[in-house]
């Protein structure tokens, strides 16, 4: 693939005009601020290098309140870096980084326990930011290297991102809300949810549970919002955070389309470029070696 340095999303969603080139702004990360999670964090600055990733500067970041053992983010991403050393396109490069950072903070909460339906959503935005990657088995190399840096299980983000979807497909609109009435594992799963949610235990809401449960609907064909609301209420989460939370993941994958195509235009146009210049030069080769025969031929 050609060299992109950046892709700005601001840029794309204001171009109308598509003969523009490709912006060379910061990257895309710059503009993914509607999809940070706010944290109240500690941070300082160390002039390091990071290998691969563009930028030069590590955050180390500590969750508030927390002992001074917790990894570091500049520990998380040299652990990234360590499982996966080939170089990565920029416009994937860059969501990498934000998500690995934004993970991080949500991974080091004290409140923080994983559950299937936050790594549904994770594994949801995953797929999607990373879809038309280059090479599967590099895609499937960076989600193992990203998820073993966080020190949790690659496997078992899998595993259950697709035991619920299964569970999802064969449910209804009303089943999928009602499930506090039946028995099965992935009932079992959002009942322990409905719980700790509810007070009983530790719940820390972040925008890929939201993915999680947005996933869910999908996959039942429960696309009214009433189904939703009920949803929220049955696991006792925030219907309004969840409906901002989604806003804001529609809007990023569509701007994140939007750059995919301008990359692609930008790499079917260099393509030709170099394809008429090497026709060009070729046809400059054939027509100094005639001119040379015929030059020998004619003694001049």
Request: proline share 3%; charged share 25%; aromatic share 10%.
């Amino acid at each position: 693939m050609a060299a992109v340095n950046s892709v700005s999303f601001t840029a794309l969603s204001q171009c109308s005009d598509r003969r523009l080139p490709i912006p060379s702004a910061r990257s895309l990360a710059s503009h993914f601020d509607g999809f940070r999670f706010r944290k109240s964090v500690f941070c300082h600055y160390s002039g390091v290098r990071t290998s691969s990733f563009s930028s030069r500067m590590v955050i180390h970041c500590m969750a508030s309140g927390t002992g001074s053992d917790v990894t570091t983010v500049a520990e998380t991403k040299a652990n990234f870096l360590k499982a996966y050393k080939r170089p990565i396109p920029s416009i994937y490069n860059t969501v990498v980084q934000e998500l690995i950072v934004q993970q991080h903070l949500m991974r080091y909460k004290k409140t923080y326990r994983y559950d299937p339906v936050f790594a549904l959503g994770f594994v949801t935005v995953y797929d999607r930011l990373m879809e038309g990657y280059p090479s599967d088995e590099d895609r499937d190399a960076i989600f193992q290297a990203y998820i073993n840096a966080l020190n949790e299980d690659p496997e078992q983000y899998r595993i259950d991102a697709q035991k619920l979807e299964e569970w999802a497909r064969s449910q209804t609109a009303a089943s999928l809300v009602e499930f506090a009435s039946r028995e099965g594992e992935v009932e079992s799963i959002l009942k322990d949810i409905a719980e700790r949610a509810g007070g009983k235990g530790n719940f820390s809401y972040s925008r890929f549970f939201a993915i999680g449960l947005f996933r869910l609907l999908e996959l039942a064909n429960a696309s009214e919002p009433s189904i939703l609301e009920k949803l929220c209420a049955a696991l006792n989460v925030d219907k309004k955070g969840v409906d901002r939370d989604l806003d804001v993941y529609r809007n990023l994958l569509s701007k994140l389309v939007q750059a995919k195509e301008l990359l692609k235009e930008y790499v079917d146009r260099e393509k030709k470029k170099r394809d008429e210049r090497a026709g060009s030069q070729t046809a400059s080769e054939a027509i100094t070696k005639c001119l040379g025969e015929y030059s020998m031929q004619t003694g001049l």
